[in-house]
């Protein structure tokens, strides 16, 4: 079965109304943090989270799942966000090792990925609840994922040939991870020089054992 990468440059709050109901399996996203880092890596409070969670819910399949990266300190904030696309049922723990950044005096050692969905629903197989890694060196993106913590979400959270979607992409690691694991992914990324990292990183990619395809747009351009 062909493989396909979908990017598309714009406002995710404009761009999702155009998705058809139920029409991803999985989302996976890394939403934009608060303070200090918003002038990098957008605004939180910028996105209407009602509209986003709305759209999200609507285009997501019943059976499907919402996974979301989520900085300690919106944890309450995130935990509601996501109860409007699915109910919460998991926290799985990003163990980042050698961290060594603090904030108020904390060292920042792990990052939470949150799980929402029905409660029918499990993981593919039995799953720790804990990933184990490292620093990214050389980092592209200020918020950039770590791809085997990635790996291990679109592996056990989905099923081959599935469809991600990940409305606020960064430097495109779910794609990447989606990629590797013979998933499809649309991406939104509202940054053109973050789009532009996208496209470098994951279009072009060959694969020996199946066909892709690639397409980028700009919204609204
Ligand atoms: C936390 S970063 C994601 C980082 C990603 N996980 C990675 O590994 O590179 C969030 C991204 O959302 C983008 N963003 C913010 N508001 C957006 C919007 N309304 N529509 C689409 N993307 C948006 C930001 O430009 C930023 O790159």
């Not at 409007?84 to 603090?102: A, H, K």
């Not at 108020?104 to 799953?127: A, D």
């Not at 409305?167 to 939104?188: H, K, W």
Request: proline fraction near 5%; include cysteine; hydrophobic fraction near 40%.
């Amino acid at each position: 079965m062909k493989n396909f990468y979908r990017l598309i440059q714009g406002d995710c709050l404009k761009m999702l109304p155009t998705f058809d109901d139920e029409s991803v399996d999985l989302i996976f996203t890394d939403p934009p943090y608060e303070a200090k880092t918003k002038k990098v890596i957008g605004d939180v409070e910028g996105i209407d989270w009602n509209v986003l969670s709305k759209e999200l819910s609507r285009i997501l399949k019943s059976d499907g799942s919402l996974l979301m990266f989520c900085p300690i300190v919106n944890l309450p904030k995130f935990i509601k966000i996501g109860e409007g696309v699915r109910p919460f049922r998991w926290q799985i723990i990003e163990y980042v090792c050698n961290r060594m950044q603090s904030i108020s005096n904390f060292y920042l050692q792990y990052n939470p990925i949150l799980w929402f969905s029905n409660h029918t629903i499990k993981p593919q197989k039995r799953v720790q609840d804990l990933f184990r890694t490292t620093i990214i060196p050389n980092a592209i993106h200020p918020a950039q994922k770590n791809l085997e913590t990635c790996k291990f979400i679109v592996d056990n959270f989905s099923r081959v040939n599935g469809i991600f979607l990940d409305p606020l992409m960064g430097s495109g690691t779910v794609m990447e991870a989606c990629q590797d694991l013979r998933r499809n992914c649309i991406g939104i990324e509202i940054d053109a020089n973050n789009c532009e990292s996208i496209r470098t990183r994951c279009f072009g990619r060959q694969f020996l054992d199946r066909e892709v395809s690639y397409s980028f747009e700009v919204f609204g351009g």
